[in-house]
């Protein structure tokens, strides 16, 4: 089975400046992988997501890379706002997987 | 707004009691799923639906019991819980077509303290 470590586990930056988080897995087979952010008092929101035929995607603030050979995938923030703070997930994907495993979440936390 | 509802969205109960949760997809989504998210683990999954057939059960304890009478509806029947199963209870929905490989569309989560 898939086997997925997400760092840091917490994460506080200052607001205008860059967040990154990693997020490692262990199954080669994976092939889709997704980000998403949980604000309090609700439940996770896909964000951005990528798919393994591609090595960057960019939304705006927000972008994923992805290593495919060392397998790992990040996560990037730039400009961070205070409605950044929020906990993220990776949650990385093989299409012949019958379920999902999301990582441990990082807790961001944008200083003003 | 996500489009998946779920009630209530606190619940206290004692370990004898019965209580059921409920979640509504209207986003005209095939799969289903029941999440469970504590303080100190990942988010866990519990149950998979696909198309109104369980797919996935994720080594769940029979004190928890899914029922899913159509695509856009979802229950987790609770009965003789202990105090661990107290966690935040996440209701998703995808499209079922192409399996896990999916975006999850969360709703808010059942908030539940067992007693």
């Known amino acids: 089975g898939e086997n997925v470590e997400q760092h840091p586990s917490t994460l506080s930056v200052q607001e205008g400046d860059s967040a990154v988080i990693k997020c490692t897995y262990s199954?080669?087979?994976?092939?889709?992988f997704p980000w998403y952010k949980q604000e309090l008092g609700k439940g996770p929101q896909l964000i951005i997501d990528i798919r393994s035929n591609v090595g960057e995607k960019k939304d705006q603030r927000i972008a994923v890379t992805l290593n495919k050979t060392a397998k790992h995938f990040s996560l990037h923030i730039t400009e961070t706002q205070p409605e950044d703070s929020a906990v993220y997930f990776c949650?990385?994907?093989?299409?012949?997987?019958?379920?999902?495993?999301f990582g441990s979440g990082t807790r961001l936390s944008i200083r003003p | 707004e996500t489009g998946v509802t779920q009630t209530p969205r606190h619940l206290v109960m004692g370990m004898t009691n019965k209580k059921s949760l409920k979640c509504e997809q209207h986003l005209g989504h095939n799969a289903m799923y029941w999440y469970k998210q504590s303080a100190k683990k990942p988010l866990e999954l519990m149950f998979v639906?696909?198309?109104?057939?369980?797919?996935e059960n994720n080594s769940v304890p029979s004190r928890f019991s899914p029922e899913c009478p159509n695509s856009s509806h979802l229950f987790l029947h609770l009965h003789t819980l202990q105090p661990e199963d107290s966690a935040l209870y996440l209701c998703?929905?995808?499209?079922?077509?192409?399996?896990?490989?999916?975006?999850?569309?969360f709703g808010p989560g059942t908030r539940l303290l067992v007693l």
């Open positions: 998703a929905s995808s499209h079922g077509r192409q399996g896990a490989s999916e975006t999850q569309y």
């Open positions: 639906y696909n198309f109104k057939e369980q797919t």
């Open positions: 949650a990385p994907l093989a299409s012949s997987a019958s379920k999902i495993i």
């Open positions: 199954d080669s087979a994976s092939n889709y």
